[in-house]
């Protein structure tokens, strides 16, 4: 199928599903509704962002595996089962708790569930040795491979979804981050679609018209996740790269979480204490928005562009700084 078609194709079917998308969150009764508490929203929006990016990502391996022959992202068959079973069981384990409010511990255990059979299925998603640009050696991890693989798509996994609290601001980590593994990649019809169906979303999220909800963000993480540890495996981006840029995200995932136990909660119990929460009692959710996607912005910068150990470890302690600067002086007006 030719590229210009084939992104045509996927404009199309994507123009068709926010056509109906009231009638598809009708059918479903999947609605967020405010609460004047953690939901500020005046009115019930569709909560169908996981079906949204599900369906194209779905139309999109269906494609890969029996049209597009020599421009296929995934190396074979058993990366495209081992991204879609998880994908699957992590969208629907959304969709319920979307509906029914998943117990945090039950979605922990089908998480850890979720990630070890997908990650079984290729080895290719597994993180067998550790490469940084600071240290000539390789850490290998042998035995430790599977556990800290699925710790850090735990991690991952959590943080992405503590981020989706204001609109536009998880999808718009998700467009940075698939723009950057495409600039990595060169070019690939995959990341391009992604972006594709993410732009629609944020145009639409950001008039109210549809949330990401659980099922979306789980979704959104896993394959992030996933792809994140595929470019690593295939020698196109380091360790600490990641870290710079998933710095923000789980700096505030580790704050949050902390600040939860200590009060004798679980550590992925919602509330209101994140970044975005504290920013929004100052600035209105459009500024906070911009503030937070301009540091995540500098930090992929400073990820993609710069080589030097010293200068990435000043820019990291500067936006380790704005973080705390921000929390220690907004969190209590």
Same mark, same amino acid.
């Given at each position: 199928?030719?590229?210009?078609?084939?992104?045509?194709?996927?404009?199309?079917?994507?123009?068709?599903?926010?056509?109906?998308?009231?009638?598809? %969150?009708?059918?479903?009764?999947?609605?967020?509704?405010?609460?004047?508490?953690?939901?500020?929203?005046?009115?019930?929006?569709?909560?169908?962002? #996981?079906?949204?990016?599900?369906?194209?990502?779905?139309?999109?391996?269906?494609?890969?595996?029996?049209?597009?022959?020599?421009?296929? $992202?995934?190396?074979?068959?058993? *990366?495209? &089962?081992?991204?879609?079973?998880? #994908?699957?069981?992590?969208?629907?384990? #959304?969709?319920?708790?979307?509906?029914?409010?998943?117990?945090?511990? +039950?979605?922990?255990?089908?998480?850890?569930?979720?990630?070890?059979?997908?990650?079984?299925?290729?080895?290719?998603? @597994?993180?067998?040795?550790?490469?940084?640009?600071?240290? *000539?050696?390789?850490?290998?991890?042998?035995?430790?491979?599977?556990?800290? +693989?699925?710790?850090?798509?735990?991690?991952?996994?959590?943080?992405?979804?503590? @981020?989706?609290?204001?609109? #536009?601001?998880?999808?718009?980590?998700?467009?940075?981050?698939?723009?950057?593994?495409?600039?990595? %990649?060169?070019?690939?019809?995959?990341?391009?679609?992604?972006?594709?169906?993410?732009?629609?979303?944020? $145009?639409?999220?950001?008039?109210?018209?549809?949330?990401?909800? /659980? %099922?979306?963000?789980?979704?959104?993480?896993?394959?992030?996740?996933?792809?994140?540890?595929?470019? $690593?495996? *295939?020698?196109?981006?380091?360790?600490?790269?990641?870290?710079?840029?998933? &710095?923000?995200?789980?700096? /505030?995932?580790?704050?949050?979480?902390?600040?939860?136990?200590?009060?004798?909660?679980?550590?992925? *119990?919602? /509330?209101?204490?994140?970044?975005?929460?504290?920013?929004?009692?100052?600035?209105?959710?459009?500024?906070?928005?911009?503030?937070? +996607?301009?540091?995540?912005?500098?930090?992929?910068?400073?990820?993609?562009?710069?080589?030097?150990?010293?200068?990435?470890?000043?820019?990291? %302690?500067?936006?380790?700084?704005? $973080?705390?600067?921000?929390?220690?002086?907004?969190?209590?007006?």
């Amino acid at each position: 199928m030719n590229n210009i078609i084939f992104i045509l194709f996927f404009i199309v079917i994507n123009l068709i599903l926010f056509l109906y998308i009231n009638k598809i %969150s009708k059918f479903l009764k999947l609605y967020d509704y405010p609460d004047n508490n953690r939901k500020i929203h005046k009115s019930k929006v569709p909560l169908i962002g #996981g079906i949204y990016f599900f369906i194209n990502i779905t139309f999109y391996l269906i494609l890969e595996n029996f049209v597009l022959v020599d421009q296929t $992202y995934f190396s074979n068959k058993k *990366e495209i &089962i081992s991204i879609y079973f998880g #994908g699957l069981i992590f969208f629907l384990m #959304g969709i319920y708790d979307d509906k029914n409010n998943l117990n945090p511990n +039950t979605k922990l255990i089908l998480s850890i569930f979720a990630i070890f059979i997908s990650i079984s299925l290729s080895n290719k998603f @597994i993180v067998n040795d550790l490469n940084f640009l600071f240290y *000539e050696k390789q850490i290998n991890l042998d035995k430790f491979s599977i556990p800290f +693989t699925i710790f850090c798509i735990l991690v991952f996994l959590n943080a992405f979804n503590m @981020i989706d609290g204001i609109n #536009g601001l998880s999808i718009s980590y998700f467009l940075i981050c698939t723009f950057y593994l495409l600039f990595i %990649s060169i070019w690939n019809l995959f990341f391009i679609i992604l972006i594709i169906c993410s732009i629609f979303f944020l $145009y639409y999220n950001f008039k109210n018209k549809i949330f990401l909800g /659980d %099922s979306g963000s789980l979704l959104l993480g896993f394959i992030l996740a996933l792809i994140f540890i595929k470019s $690593y495996n *295939e020698d196109k981006i380091l360790a600490d790269q990641i870290i710079i840029l998933m &710095i923000l995200p789980g700096i /505030d995932l580790l704050r949050v979480a902390i600040s939860r136990i200590l009060k004798k909660k679980h550590a992925f *119990e919602p /509330d209101r204490n994140h970044l975005h929460h504290i920013l929004m009692k100052k600035f209105n959710n459009f500024s906070s928005y911009i503030l937070i +996607t301009t540091i995540i912005l500098t930090a992929s910068m400073l990820s993609l562009y710069i080589r030097n150990d010293f200068i990435n470890l000043i820019g990291i %302690s500067l936006i380790l700084a704005i $973080y705390f600067l921000i929390i220690n002086n907004f969190k209590s007006k």
